[in-house]
């Protein structure tokens, strides 16, 4: 599986060009793609490439690798978005947020000029919500009213408990985390709309209508599917 990822990533980079402010992505996947840009940028094959980075990690490898970043009120406008997803369906609609960086690669993902989603086989489903949950950030003091008005969905959902610390996963914008899973999910944008007008819901990991191109890495290769 890690070489499926390691392919993705750099069929990913002959999408990048000089000039470019590139969203930098959460999670194993784009960890490589940033691994192989710092490279190319270090060894000048790359010119005046600025990375606007979601998460601490992807922040923090960026500068590890070279990758120069900016934030994203310091750019105009961004060129493409690289990040990868945890499931996605037949028209291209993405689950994403078990990095939990959602809201900040929503924000950016949806304004770049080509948003470029990177996975490999494993996570091409028929249909939302097969494998994972949807992930929901939450204000803290509401997640027990959002869990129980999620029962209106027909879903069922937990707070996502840390593994290296006591309690509940912390955001970087200070929320908790609601996994929901669903019965079915036959509308994922309309879904996405309805969560988010729950009070006290900061952001879902439905990400509907938004990928432009999506790379999957299998055992023949890089295919490249579009909307």
């Avoid at 009120?73 to 690289?82: K, L, M, T």
């Amino acid at each position: 599986m890690k070489e499926l990822k390691r392919a993705v990533a750099k069929e990913a980079l002959k999408f990048i060009e000089d000039d470019m402010i590139v969203s930098l992505g959460t999670g194993s996947t784009t960890a490589y793609f940033l691994e192989y840009l710092g490279k190319l940028i270090m060894e000048e094959e790359l010119e005046d490439v600025y990375g606007v980075p979601t998460s601490y990690q992807a922040r923090l490898l960026a500068l590890e690798y070279g990758v120069p970043v900016v934030g994203l009120d310091e750019v105009d406008a961004i060129d493409i978005a690289v990040d990868g997803a945890d499931e996605v369906d037949l028209n291209l609609n993405l689950i994403k947020g078990r990095g939990a960086a959602l809201t900040m690669e929503k924000i950016v993902e949806y304004r770049a000029g080509t948003f470029l989603v990177l996975v490999d086989e494993s996570k091409l489903v028929e249909r939302l919500g097969q494998k994972m949950p949807v992930p929901i950030e939450v204000i803290p003091a509401a997640w027990r009213a959002i869990k129980e008005e999620l029962e209106v969905f027909n879903a069922t959902a937990e707070l996502r408990m840390a593994s290296k610390k006591d309690g509940p996963v912390v955001t970087e914008n200070g929320n908790f985390l609601l996994d929901a899973r669903f019965h079915r999910i036959d509308d994922p944008l309309d879904l996405e709309i309805e969560l988010n007008n729950i009070p006290g819901v900061v952001e879902n990991g439905i990400f509907a209508d938004i990928a432009d191109i999506v790379l999957v890495g299998t055992r023949e290769g890089v295919k490249r599917l579009e909307r």
